[in-house]
């Protein structure tokens, strides 16, 4: 059985995204985000919303193994931040539902949502600039960058959270990304 674990880092939906997992049939558990990435075994790794970065523990460890990272909202800018990308303020603020226009329908995480997709989204910061290697997968009239993708080191990010029922497809990227850990 596929085991993808969720590191809290302490955002208000963490539960829901460990939930959306189990609900799957994944073997997931919930850790918090200051254990030690050296004694997770795991098939993937979820790095969850939260509210800033200085809670984020050490979340950045986790990039450093050899399984897939799916970032989401706080999870997809640490991804950006440490990968070398930028990460700023956004303009609109709060949670909205957005509509996101998918870029790459190829994409093993996001694009079987294309054409685009309704979402529910933070954007009190957002990634400003991808990092190498990140390919732009989703964009919406509030945010340039709501979606990247590293196919080749299977890195993913999101801004948005599948976790939430506001989120349309939002168990169809957890179905995606447990793909993604399986191959």
Known sequence: MTRIVVIDN???????????????GVDTDLIDNDVDPDGVDADGIVLSGGPDMNRAGRSAEYLDGDVPV??????????????????????????????????????????????????????????????????????SDVCGIEAMSDTERDLYGVQWHPEVIHTEQGEEVFENFRAICEQ
């Open 10 to 24: 302490h955002g208000q939906f963490t539960h829901l995204e460990h939930r959306a997992l189990r609900d799957l």
């Open 70 to 139: 799916l970032g989401i909202c706080l999870g997809m800018q640490l991804l950006a931040e440490e990968l070398g990308g930028t990460v700023g303020s956004g303009e609109y603020g709060g949670y909205a539902d957005v509509t996101v226009d998918i870029l790459d329908d190829d994409d093993p995480l996001i694009g079987s949502l294309a054409p685009d997709t309704r979402v529910w989204a933070s954007h009190a910061d957002e990634v400003k600039e991808l990092p190498d290697g990140f390919s732009h997968t989703g964009t």
